[in-house]
């Protein structure tokens, strides 16, 4: 997984991120491979009196099958509700002694385990985050606590006229790829899960070949290492398994009319994008921007402000996805206005490749994908997120900062590049409101 290779598999390798001349006060990061092979990523940021941890594992909805979709983040909800030591009452209590929480779920290329805390109390966080993983209760009836909770907030996102489209336009952009459904799963799935599928799931997925673990804040690294080797070192290392690849995705081009109680219509148009290891990736994300960040991009500006078309409308950010993500141009709208804003914005993402982003375009674009990236960023818990997610799919730690440089590379030719061969055969989704 590692671009490092050997250099990592006999030690240490720290690396300062910062200004020559000030490592002594800037963060640094320090990559380690505890004993049975899970990864540890410590950040020392001596400015900050909180810590954060973040345990994350190779697994999420990328990973499931129809019969199995909603398994992982079921999972992970499940494991904070109660160890073989204490209930989940119990968990919360000590959490907020030590001034923090701890939280998690399943994502689409992983799930997580995380946690803050006052500095001081770093090593009974991290001890916290190991009782959570390595001893699980699964009490029943708290299985049955979030199973309620989980279809709640299934239904609450298909009554939602935007999430709704969203996920009908991944169905269609992706197909039977995993990538189609939303990470949550599907109704009857939590449903049917029982402890023991949920019991099972853990096992195959809590190996210490898959999982990475992120510290951040006011610590010293030697005292971290040797804490995470005697907490976690205990799990055994398993032979891994090959992972079956998933169905290609492939995108209907197709567009589709579907029809809900709704105030206001919702338009989606995407395309299939570039994964995240792609070099057209933080193009995309620029391109974006571009066209849907903020009230300067061109949606906004010609949509809303000049033809008065659209309530709201923009491009999604790319996700960060291994495989391939997606570019979606958004808007809201009237519905007697429907067919005017969905001639519009289509003609907005086609005018794109005749008439290409200006030099002007481009620097408040860059401008804006890195004034958002600086801003999720500037917190340790965000920070032990980034750390262990970029690792653990294979990007490496210190993706973000690369990332931030590929940004700042990109050119106006990249741009029109990025629009020939991305934004062609649009998949549409128009939801219009029903008649009631």
Same mark, same amino acid.
């Given at each position: 997984m590692s671009r490092l290779g050997p250099l990592l598999a006999s030690g240490l390798l720290v690396l300062a991120l910062g200004v020559k001349g000030a490592a002594a006060q800037e963060p640094t990061v320090t990559r380690h491979a505890l004993s049975n092979g899970i990864v540890l990523l410590v950040r020392e940021n001596p400015a900050i009196d909180v810590v954060a941890v973040s345990l994350q594992v190779r697994a999420g909805s990328h990973f499931e099958t129809p019969l199995t979709a909603g398994i992982t983040n079921f999972l992970q909800r499940v494991l904070l509700r109660g160890t073989i030591k204490r209930t989940f009452v119990q968990l919360a209590e000590a959490s907020e002694d030590i001034g923090g929480g701890l939280d998690g779920g399943g994502e689409v290329e992983s799930a997580e385990l995380r946690g803050q805390a006052l500095g001081r109390h770093w090593?009974?966080?991290?001890?916290?985050?190991?009782?959570?993983?390595?001893?699980?209760?699964?009490?029943?009836?708290?299985?049955? !606590?979030?199973?309620?909770?989980?279809?709640?907030? @299934?239904?609450?996102?298909?009554?939602?006229? $935007?999430?709704?489209s969203l996920d009908s336009l991944s169905q269609d952009l992706y197909g039977p790829h995993p990538y189609g459904r939303y990470h949550l799963g599907l109704k009857e799935n939590l449903e049917r899960l029982t402890r023991e599928d949920l019991l099972a799931h853990y096992r195959a997925i809590y190996?210490?070949?898959?999982? /990475?673990?992120?510290?951040?804040?006011?610590?010293?690294?030697?005292?971290?290492?040797?804490?995470?080797? !005697?907490?976690?070192?205990? @799990?055994?290392?398993?032979?891994?398994?090959?992972?079956?690849?998933?169905?290609?995705?492939?995108? #209907?081009?197709?567009?589709?009319?579907?029809?809900?109680?709704?105030?206001?219509?919702?338009?989606?148009?995407? *395309?299939?994008?570039?994964? @995240?290891?792609?070099? @057209?990736?933080? /193009?995309?994300? /620029?391109?974006?921007?571009?066209?849907?960040?903020?009230?300067?991009?061109?949606? $906004?500006?010609?949509?809303?402000?000049? !033809?008065?078309?659209?309530?709201?409308?923009?491009?999604?950010?790319?996700? =960060?996805?291994?495989?391939? #993500?997606? =570019?979606?141009? *958004?808007?809201? #709208?009237?519905?007697?206005?429907?067919?005017?804003?969905?001639?519009? /914005?289509v003609q907005e993402l086609e005018r794109v490749r005749s008439s290409p982003i200006t030099a002007d375009e481009l620097a408040r674009a860059k401008a804006?994908?890195?004034?958002?990236?600086?801003?999720?960023?500037?917190?340790?818990?965000?920070?032990?997120?980034?750390?262990? $997610?970029?690792?653990?799919?294979?990007?490496?730690?210190? =993706?973000?900062?690369?990332?931030? !440089?590929?940004i700042e590379a990109v050119t106006v030719a990249d741009l029109a590049k990025a629009a020939e061969r991305l934004l062609t055969r649009p998949t549409i989704i128009v939801l219009q409101p029903s008649r009631r």
């Open positions: 090593e009974t966080l991290l001890a916290m985050i190991a009782e959570v993983a390595l001893e699980p209760a699964l009490p029943p009836q708290e299985i049955e !606590r979030e199973r309620r909770l989980l279809l709640g907030q @299934l239904k609450s996102r298909a009554d939602s006229p $935007f999430s709704f190996r210490p070949e898959q999982m /990475v673990l992120s510290v951040s804040g006011k610590i010293e690294r030697e005292r971290v290492v040797k804490a995470a080797e !005697r907490l976690f070192g205990r @799990l055994a290392r398993s032979g891994r398994t090959a992972v079956e690849e998933p169905p290609a995705s492939a995108a #209907t081009g197709q567009r589709r009319v579907v029809e809900r109680p709704a105030q206001q219509a919702q338009i989606m148009v995407g *395309y299939l994008g570039p994964g @995240l290891l792609d070099p @057209l990736y933080p /193009v995309a994300r /620029v391109l974006g921007a571009a066209l849907g960040g903020g009230m300067a991009g061109r949606l $906004f500006v010609e949509l809303r402000d000049r !033809r008065g078309l659209a309530y709201s409308t923009g491009v999604l950010p790319l996700p =960060f996805r291994v495989g391939p #993500t997606f =570019f979606v141009a *958004y808007l809201g #709208t009237a519905p007697e206005s429907l067919a005017a804003a969905e001639a519009g /914005v804006y994908v890195l004034g958002q990236l600086s801003m999720e960023r500037r917190t340790n818990g965000r920070q032990a997120r980034d750390l262990a $997610f970029f690792e653990i799919v294979g990007a490496g730690w210190d =993706f973000p900062e690369r990332y931030a !440089r590929a």
